[in-house]
């Protein structure tokens, strides 16, 4: 873990795809998928035959994965990363020649609550924050299963509030995730209301896993399919973040079981052939019916997280879309005005 240093492309014309009309909040999004994420497939179902099979291999898994992190994956030479403390956790600020102070994206990682991925996080969020005008803070929350639950989301809630400490508008803040990071950010906002605490604008959730138990329907219909993720690699990681099958049903393990009345804007988008799909559509239905502002898009053949490969055209159409969401519920204009 960082120690703390000081306070805190255009898409192919085969891509150019349409949305079905919605009845409410779900879209599917109607593509022929790229070569590049039909390559992408076929190199991960090779890379990720790997599985985890006991918690005592995380850690020398976790270093391997930070070494492919530090070799394949390179920021923009104008990305600018400043590390902080924020509240007591290690965080890093991240900025483009755009960011303005006023706008914030607080990025939650993924990675199972016990990897990391810093470079390829910073390069999404990077993307993010050039096409927002925004700067980003990405906390280094600790991981499992040195640090089990609560760990990770006591720090999450810590550096959401120190930002607020800072006086910060939360009406000019968003919240992201990917992953085990969507599963924070929903945490942290339902930590945040149950507080009184004021509310980000919105949320954009990706790829989100929202529900410990691991019983959505797409865990077994997708399971082999899925070209990275794996059911047995997810219920050792799992023993490795909560040492308790009683808490698999606690809102702030899984805030699938969260009251979502009164929670901001949500944005999710989710792989139709993932393992979680199922959680960002059972997540989206659970919003709509408590009266958020929700949006829902699955999209084909893509793998899990695929906004983080900057070369697949599909994540620059992905992007796009987040970029309009966010931009209706914050009031942002075009990063270059």
């Not at 969401?325 to 990063?335: C, I, L, P, Q």
């Amino acid at each position: 873990s960082r120690a703390p240093s000081r306070a805190c492309g255009q898409p192919r014309k085969e891509l150019a795809c349409s949305m079905d009309k919605p009845t409410d909040y779900r879209r599917t999004i109607e593509l022929r998928p790229s070569w590049q994420t039909r390559a992408l497939n076929a190199l991960l179902r090779l890379t990720t035959r790997r599985q985890v099979a006991h918690e005592s291999e995380v850690v020398s898994l976790r270093r391997d994965y930070e070494e492919i992190d530090s070799r394949y994956f390179k920021l923009a030479s104008d990305v600018r990363r400043m590390p902080v403390d924020c509240g007591g956790v290690a965080a890093e600020w991240l900025t483009v020649p755009s960011s303005r102070d006023e706008r914030v994206i607080l990025y939650l990682h993924g990675g199972s609550f016990a990897f990391r991925f810093p470079n390829a996080h910073a390069g999404l969020v990077s993307r993010l924050c050039r096409h927002l005008g925004a700067r980003a803070l990405i906390p280094d929350y600790r991981l499992a299963p040195e640090e089990p639950f609560p760990a990770a989301p006591d720090d999450c809630h810590r550096v959401y509030r120190a930002l607020l400490a800072q006086r910060l508008d939360p009406r000019s803040m968003v919240i992201a995730g990917d992953s085990a990071g969507g599963n924070l950010a929903l945490v942290t906002i339902h930590r945040a209301k149950a507080a009184g605490e004021p509310l980000p604008a919105c949320a954009v959730l990706l790829s989100p896993a929202l529900d410990c138990t691991l019983t959505s329907p797409s865990m077994a219909d997708y399971d082999g399919k899925d070209p990275m993720l794996h059911l047995r690699t997810l219920l050792v990681l799992r023993r490795c973040y909560v040492q308790s099958p009683q808490q698999y049903i606690n809102p702030e393990v899984s805030p699938m079981f969260a009251d979502f009345h009164g929670f901001p804007p949500l944005f999710l988008q989710a792989g139709n052939n993932e393992l979680l799909r199922d959680e960002a559509v059972r997540a989206a239905e659970k919003a709509h019916a408590a009266d958020v502002d929700v949006e829902l898009e699955l999209w084909p053949e893509v793998p899990h997280a695929f906004q983080i490969a900057q070369f697949l055209p599909e994540a620059s159409l992905a992007i796009d879309h987040i970029t309009r969401f966010v931009r209706r519920r914050t009031g942002w204009s075009d990063a270059g005005e």
